[in-house]
Each structure stands twice: as C-alpha cells, then as structure tokens.
C-alpha cells in the first residue's frame, strides 16, 4: 500500500487544538475537517479570521514542506493578480512546527483560509473564465522562473517526469480490459515526450491546478450574470516540485477539459492566455497535449490503485470517471489534432510552411480536375437556409436532389455545378456527422463538390503519387475514395477525391504516379457514392492526422478556423473565377449593425447575441452555422416550422389566384364554414383579418356598432396588440416604459393572478368579478357605460396566467348584466394549444360574443379572424362597406383550411395535452429550486415564475434573463414575460414531443443550479 495513503494522519480535535493554543495566539472559535488525499486538513474559525491548519504526512519530507512554506512566501510579494496561502508564523516565528501526537512527531502549519469558489463547484464554465486562468498560470509560471529550493528536485509521483513510472506502477488493480487498452494507447505519448524532454524548460511549479485548487470570485448579489467571472486564489501547494515547466499548463488543461462539452475549446483559451504572458516553445507546444493525457492516465491510475486501498474514501475518485471519458474522447480524436490547435491558439501557424505553401499553389500550373470552362460552372446554393430544398419533396431524397440539380445545370448549360467550401449544410446536422470533440455536428463543408454525369471523368490537377485507395461505404460517406501525395516546393500535401466508381479503386495502385491530367477515376452513382447525386467531392489536405484511407470532409461551426487551416479552399488549385460565387453571408454582427440603422431601434431582438435563424422545421430552428435550437417559445408556428403540407397548400393557391374578397371563390367559404364549426352557438359569423391586432381592432369595431357605447373593460397586464388604439387598451404596453397610459375609456381590472394577485384564498372568481361590478356601477353612476370586456383566455404577457376557476364565468354574467358584450382574445392561445379544448375560453365554460385570433392561425402566414354571432354581425351591417384588401384572399384562406386539417389529422390538440402534462409534471420538479417560486400552465402554455424570496415573492426579472440566455447557450430557446419580466414563457409549437419536454426539463435544471441562480437566493 502507498505509505503516504497508509499514514494520512488522524489525529484527535482535541490535541489539535491543545497545540494551536501552545504554537499559535488564536483563539478558535469552531474547527470543519477538510478532505486529502495525503494530509490532515482543518478549517479554523477564529477571532482573527479564518485559517487552514494542517497535519502533515509523517512521510512527508520536512524539507518538502519548507519548500512549500518558501514557495508561498515568494509569491505573497510577486504580482500574479490571486491570492494564495501565506504561512502564520508561530510563537517562536517559525512557519513550521514539530508537534508530537501519540508518540509522533508531526509538522503542522498554519494559513489563511482563502476565499473563493472551487472552480470544480463553480457554475457554468466559460471561455473568458478559461481565458483568465490561462493569464493567472502564466503569471504564476513567470514569478516562479527564478525561485529555487534545495527540495524542489523530490521524488513525487505526481511529477509528470515520472508519469511512465506512476502509470504501470498503478495501473495493477485495474482489471477492466477496455480502461487497460486506453491506458496503452495513452502511454504511446511517452516516447514522444521524451524525444522532447531535452528542449523542455524545467522549473518549480505548482503542481497541482486542478478544479479543486483553483478559486474564483463568487458571485455578487448586484451582479446580472454575465459579468466575466476571475481565477481568485489558488491552494494547496503540496505537490510542488521540479519539473518541466510547461507541466504545469498541461496539469490545468487536463482539468478543465473534464465533462466539458467542447473539451478542445475550452482548453485553447487556457493555451491562448498562458502563451500572452509566457510564451511557449514550439517544442512546449508540441509536448502540452501529450502531457495532458499522461497527467489524465496517472490520475486514473492513482487513483484506481489507492480506491482499491480505501474503498470508503470517495476522494481519491472525485475525477476518476470524468478522466476515463476524456481519455476515450481523446483516443477517438484525429492525432496531431490538439497540437495544432493549440499552435493555433497561440497565433501561429497550425501547419507549419502552409502559408508558403498556399502562396505557391496559387501560383503553380495546374490541369483541370473535371473537364469544361470553369468560369461557365453553375454554384449551388446549398446552405443551411437555401431556398433549393424548398422546392425538393423529400429533402432526404437524393434521386430527387439529383433531377432537380441537373435540370438546373443543363439549363444554364454549364458544364459542370460546384458546391462550395466552408458552406454550413443542414444535410450533416445529423448524429452520424457529431464530433464528439467539439461536441456539436460538423455541417462546415471542407471540400467543394463538383456536380457532373455519372462516369465523368475526374483528374488530379497536379503530378502526384497514390497514397490511398479505400471504400468508404457507409450511408452518407465518400464511397470510393482516393487520396494522392504532392509535394511543392519541398512541402508535402494531399488532394482527396470521393464518391467515385468501384472501378476507379480498381484501376489504381497506392504508390503509383500520376501526371497532372491524368485520370484519378470517375464519378459514382447513388448506389456506390454513399447516397449522394454524381459528383466528386474535392480536398485539399495538409494534414493527414494520422488518419488512413478516409478524412473528414466537414467540420464543426466551433472548429472551423482549425480545419480550414488544415484543409484550404479546393479552389487554389479548381481556379473558378470569384464573380460565379454569391457575396458572403453577412454575420450577425454586422446584420444587427445594418438592422439599426435601416429599421426602427426599437424592434426587439432576442438574446444578448442576436441568432441569424434561417431556417425551421417542425419543432427546432436552425442558425446559418446548422446549429439546431429546440424552440419552446414560438407558437406562431403552431403546427410546426415550415410544415410540408400547409408549405405546399400556399404554394399550390399561390400558383393560381391570389386576389381580394370583392370577387366570388370557394375557399373562403370552405373555410369559414370549417373554422366556425370549431366554436360552440351561436359563434357562427366570421371576418377574415391578417394580423392580431387587426382582430381586436375589429372586435372593438363590432362592439361599439352592437352596443352604441365606446368604454372598455381590459385587465392589467394585458396585451391586445400593437395599434395605437390597442397599445390604449394593453396595460402591458401603456403603463411600462414609454407609455402614456390608459384613455378615459379604457378601465382596468386587476389581473387575477392566483400566485400574487389580490385575493389568495376563498373563491377568486368571483371576488375578483365582484371588484369588476363595484367599478361597472361606479362608472354608470358617472355616466359611462362599457360596450366590451376583453380578455386573454390565458394571460401570456401577463406572465402565462391561468385563470382562476370561474372567473370569466364571473365576469360574463356581471359584464353582460350591465349590457356590455364578453371578447375573447384568443390570439395568443386558440387552436388546441391548452390541449383538453380547442379554444381556451372553453376550459371556463363560457361562451363569449366574439372571438379573436390570429398567430397560429395561419402557421407563420399572416392570417387572423374574427368570429362572432349573427345578431352581433347584423348590427354591423350599418351601412359602412368593411372591406380588407388581404384578409380572406385564397391563399391565406388555404392556408388556415391546412393547418386546421393537420391540427385533427396528426391529433395534435391531444398531443398538447398529453405532452403539456408532463412538462409541467417536468417543471413542477424544479421547486427544488428555492428560485422558483410557481409554475403553471394548460397544456403546452406554460410559465415559470422565478422569486428571490418565496415569502415575500420578490420577483427575480435579473435571474429569469440570465437563465432564458443560458437556455439559448444549451440550444433551447424560451422568453421571458409578466409585469416584472420574472416569468420563464414556453409556448412551443404542438409538435413539441416528449424527448423534448424532457430535455428542457433537465437542462432547465442544470442552468437553475447556476451560481448566479443559487446567489440570487442565498
């Protein structure tokens, strides 16, 4: 057994503090054990402060421990911008004490506790706080450039100097096959460390930076969340040594990376920092991956042999699985990879010579790779948001892809299309293509595609040797592929060609030379090329990576600039002139630039940075990147993004008349008849609007024609739409920011809120009613009378209210008692979203005099409607024409007819129900949370309410922005509503599924037990 594990001191409180109170002048006030793997640890709580005592091994060196005692010292008088350990002196002034315990002699000594979160607790970690440890352990790493020791140079098996020696020395209690396999492959890094070692720089260093020894601020009641959080303090110098210095780096890259979704990301920004403040040696940078994955096997090793020792202590094992993925991650990752990331990260070439090579492939002759005048090449538009597949039946279909490809070639009679490099495409946004390096799909294409017959010809542009002949014949992949070897100026580098013939394999051989022009092979069909149409796919590859027959011809959005360094633009050498290629894509960035200063400032964006979405699909949204965000919030497309059969009913009006109700056409009648046959009598009239807020305008209309009075009755917090009549009659408008509050006819009821409203116990409908009566009594009693109530079925804006039971019950038969009409605004969630109805006014038994909608109406097409009674209608025929250019034309009429035909067809009423009750179920969980104060909702409208005080119920606006931002970090999107902007809005499409409703439900989880979140309730 480890003598150090065997001999971890335990010794008595009670003699721990007999010996403070002997050595030091504290006086203790309470005392916490601390966990080690090695030592006695006790947090002390004094008078003077709080202090770490510790009980040194007896293995322990004396002179190790003065090394560190010296080592903190140094760096308490140099400037490395943290906090780190001082020792207390003693009675006698020294920073050690010999103390005996039960006959033996121990070393204890004293510091300062130092503040902060351990960065293994702290939630979330990002790139700029990677970012700022890198600069801390690049500062630590220079004050410590001229410190020596007589004891630095120790026999530790931690010291990556022996990590060989510690692996197969540790390695012996693990029996699990796989594990020893990842081991092998991780010490194959040995050899090439010490190929290195005598270039590598030594120096004392730390040691030991992992998660746990790293501090960072904590977080401030008045901060918002976003403010970049610091490396604060760093502890626990006991395996301070001599030894390679970039060891260091590698020891905290190795942690970090641990259950990191994009490890490799995460770790270049730690490289990037350290190398600003101490730059590293091409032979550092050569060395810092291997060390990391020499640290990782010691680490599992250690700790698999000392687990087998103390079964109990949960310790020894706090990172031993996280290592094990990593390890296994790394193992499947591209060699070499890492390395020029890291070279990449430090602002220097990844490959080196590439420029030079670029410069000169530029240059160089070269024959064509498919026959024909490139400068008459058709370039396809196959991005993410191309307009193409629009016009495909089946997206998956590439038989499909393929005639309508080649009818568009031929009729620009070119000689031959191109697909191009560095274009994101949702054809890979798929499980098959995820990286699970970078952890997101690669969808960046690295190639360019050239489209042309089957069996055309494809040719190397440059003499070159065969390197590899290989089938890739999986769905999807290159099918036959060839790779020959260049070489340019003294610089080697590959070209790939796939989706060839079988044939093509057969009629080469791995070594032999080609001449420029000569043929490489020629192009597959369906059957042979992994299921594409007849192209080549053409690379330029200045790194195998170690990767034989194959290479990956996509990369992800996150590691684009790496794989772009290592695989150039195709077109250096295909020479296809810049004007057949469409301007680039305009970056967020500068679209939200161009956007302020072409539309209103005031047009609202989501998120603190703004997505470019071009393109949805049934329940998810995807960004020019292929980055797919599960959407919990749009319910405009309510039966799903860019649903297939309302798409192709537009496109089929459209096709054929699209002109104005002054002419007869059965559509509009069809759907009239279909869409009032959905409401209970005598709900039976119907006008045919565009938006929402024409709607409401309408229904206001109808009102005051049936009534002959003008007041309205609305409730607070409502929003009815964006006119200016409707922003008079939307308290969530008029009295925020910018508003000017309610005119003399609009009166406002207080929003029955059964969370924090008024009334919270005994009926509150009809409390509530009874409060709307005393003010229709007042107002008559002064003269006015109201021609309308209007209400949201559900309040969204108000903060995703349910009503309470009765109320509009209520309210109806009080408002109607005076002769006021009952509107129903059910803009926001008609069409089956509550799930046990159609219409939500439904779930309080009520039948209102008019009905407003719009939103889902039309699945994204702007569609709205008005339905109402005949007697109502009647009174509207007063002699004025109501004639609307838009609304009720054939194509919008198909539209609705088709969305209400898939909300029956596909049963997705019942689907909101059923799915609405687990999400719910979901959120009810999170009350776990102490930030969550209420959830609610019908079916798939729902709403989480965030407090910082459940007492209290002070609402959280600060902490409900953080969390719906970091949503949107973990590709689910979902807004924020209610008077005070503390209510989480999910609202998603019906075809939000169960997987989905689940995956919110545990990432919402993970972001409420945040730092931010948690302090905000501390």
């Known amino acids: 057994m480890d003598p150090i594990a065997a001999n971890r001191p335990q010794v008595g409180m009670d003699q721990i503090l007999k010996a403070l109170s002997e050595y030091m002048t504290l006086k203790v006030e309470s005392y916490t054990a601390l966990p080690s793997d090695r030592d006695q640890n006790v947090l002390i709580e004094t008078e003077e402060g709080t202090f770490v005592l510790k009980v040194a091994n007896p293995f322990e060196p004396k002179e190790a421990l003065d090394l560190q005692n010296a080592t903190m010292l140094h760096l308490a008088n140099k400037p490395i911008g943290i ?103 991780a010490l194959q890094y040995w050899n090439q460390v010490q190929r290195l070692a005598p270039e590598l720089p030594q120096s004392v260093i730390h040691g030991d930076a992992n998660d746990h020894n790293i501090l960072v601020n904590k977080i401030h009641p008045r901060d918002t969340g976003f403010e970049p959080r610091k490396v604060v303090g760093l502890i626990d110098f006991g395996d301070m040594t001599q030894s390679w210095t970039v060891a260091e780096l590698a020891i905290a890259c190795a942690y970090i990376m641990l259950e990191k979704k994009s490890p490799l990301t995460m770790a270049r920004e730690v490289v990037r920092r350290f190398h600003e403040e101490r730059p590293l040696s091409d032979q550092e940078l050569e060395a810092l991956f291997p060390l990391v994955v020499l640290r990782l096997a010691t680490s599992v090793s250690v700790s698999a042999f000392q687990q087998a020792q103390e079964p109990a202590n949960k310790y020894l094992s706090v990172t031993s699985e996280p ?52 400068s008459k090449a058709h370039v ?39 697909g191009r490099y560095g274009e994101a495409r949702l054809l890979y946004a798929t499980e098959a293509f995820n990286d699970p390096v970078y952890g997101e799909p690669r969808t960046v294409h690295l190639g360019m595609d050239l489209f042309a017959p089957v ?29 020959l070897e260049h070489e340019l100026d003294g610089v080697t580098f590959y070209t790939l060609y796939g989706h060839l013939t079988l044939n093509s394999l057969d009629n080469l051989t791995v070594g032999q030379s080609l001449k420029a022009g000569d043929e490489v092979g020629t192009m597959g069909d369906l059957k042979v090329n992994g299921d594409w149409p007849p192209h080549t796919h053409f690379q330029i590859i200045l790194d195998r990576l170690g990767i034989e027959g194959d290479f990956p011809g996509v990369c992800t959005p996150a590691g684009k600039d790496l794989w772009q360094a290592i695989c150039p633009d195709p077109n250096l050498l295909l020479r296809i002139p810049e ?50 965000y599960l959407d919990g919030v749009n319910n405009v497309c309510h039966v799903g993004h860019a649903h297939p059969k309302v798409v192709d009913a537009l496109k089929r009006q459209a096709s054929v008349l699209n002109t104005n109700t002054r002419y007869l056409h059965e559509t509009i009648l069809e759907y009239a008849r279909e869409l009032t046959a959905t409401f209970p009598e005598p709900l039976s009239v119907c ?37 200016s009549t409707l922003i008079d009659m939307s308290p969530y408008k008029h009295k925020a920011k910018g508003g000017q509050g309610p005119p003399d006819y609009v009166h406002t009821l207080d929003l029955p809120d059964p969370y924090r409203g008024k009334y919270q116990t005994g009926n509150l409908g009809q409390q509530y009613a009874q409060d709307a009566e005393h003010m229709l009594t007042r107002l008559r009693r002064e003269g006015s009378e109201v021609a309308a109530f209007f209400h949201e079925s559900l309040l969204g804006c108000g903060g995703q209210i349910v009503l309470p039971d009765g109320y509009l019950r209520e309210m109806y038969g ?113 009350k776990s949370h102490a930030v969550v104060g209420d959830v609610r909702g019908l079916g798939l409208f729902a709403g989480v309410e965030l407090v910082l005080d459940r007492e209290t119920k002070t609402p959280a606006p600060k902490v409900a922005s953080y969390v719906a931002e970091r949503m949107r970090d973990h590709g689910i999107l979902i807004s924020t509503d209610g008077p005070d902007h503390n209510v989480l809005k999910l609202k998603p499409p019906l075809v939000f599924s169960r997987e989905d409703a689940f995956r919110l439900g545990v990432i919402l989880d993970k972001v409420l037990g945040e730092d931010f979140v948690v302090a905000a309730t501390g």
């Not at 602002?347 to 410069?359: A, F, R, T, V």
């Open 579 to 628: 004007a057949r290629f469409p301007k680039p894509e305009l970056d967020a960035e500068t679209l939200m630039h161009e956007r302020e200063q072409i539309l209103g400032r005031n047009l609202s964006v989501s998120y603190r940075k703004p997505l470019k979405i071009v393109r949805g699909k049934g329940q998810y949204l995807y960004d020019h990147l292929g980055r797919s």
């Open 380 to 418: 396809f538009d196959l991005s993410v948001g191309n307009l193409l597949s629009g016009e495909i039946g089946n997206p998956e279909d590439m038989a499909e892809w393929t005639e309508k490809m080649f009818a568009i070639q031929k009729a620009a009679a070119a000689p031959y299309g191109v």
């Open 687 to 723: 006008f045919l609007v565009c938006t929402g807020s024409e709607a409401n305008e309408l229904a206001l209309r109808l009102a005051r024609a049936h009534t002959h009075r003008r007041d309205v009755l609305v409730i607070d917090a409502a929003y009815h739409g964006h006119t």
């Open 455 to 483: 069996d055309t010809p494809v040719m190397t542009p440059l003499d070159g040797i065969v390197r590899s002949l290989q089938n890739n014949n999986f769905p999807r992949d290159y099918g036959p592929t060839v790779i």
């Open 83 to 185: 906090t780190t350990p001082v020792p207390v002196a003693a009675k006698d002034g020294h920073t050690l004490c010999d103390v005996e315990f039960n006959g033996t002699k121990l070393h204890i000594r004293l510091s300062p506790y130092v503040a902060g979160t351990p960065l293994a607790q702290a939630r979330p970690h990002n790139r700029e706080l990677m970012g700022h440890l890198g600069s801390v352990l690049g500062r630590l790493t220079n004050a410590l450039k001229d410190f020596s020791h007589p004891a630095q140079d120790r026999d530790l098996h931690w010291d990556l100097r022996q990590a060989e020696k510690t692996i197969e020395d540790h390695r012996q209690t693990i029996n699990d096959s796989d594990k020893n396999s990842t081991l092998d492959w």
């Open 814 to 926: 009080r408002v109607r008692s005076f002769g006021g009409l009952c509107v129903a605004d059910e803009v926001q969630v008609g069409f089956g979203r509550v799930g046990s109805h159609m219409w939500a006014f439904e779930t309080q038994s009520v039948v209102p005099d008019i009905v407003t909608m719009g939103k889902p109406i039309g699945n994204g097409h702007p569609l709205a409607a008005v339905v109402t009674t005949p007697d109502i209608a009647a009174s509207f025929d007063n002699g004025m024409e109501y004639f609307n250019t838009f609304g009720g034309n054939p194509v919008s009429c198909a539209v609705g007819r088709e969305v209400l035909r898939v909300i029956q067809e596909e049963n997705l009423q019942a689907h909101a129900l059923e799915v609405g009750t687990l999400l719910i179920s979901e959120l009810k969980k999170l």
């Open 323 to 374: 290592a094990w993925n990593l390890l296994q991650k790394f193992a499947a990752m591209p060699e070499g990879l890492a390395h020029l990331a890291f070279r990449q990260a430090c602002g220097l070439e990844p490959i080196p010579h590439s420029k030079k090579l670029l410069n000169a492939l530029s240059k160089t002759k070269v024959k064509p790779v498919v026959a024909g005048d490139p």
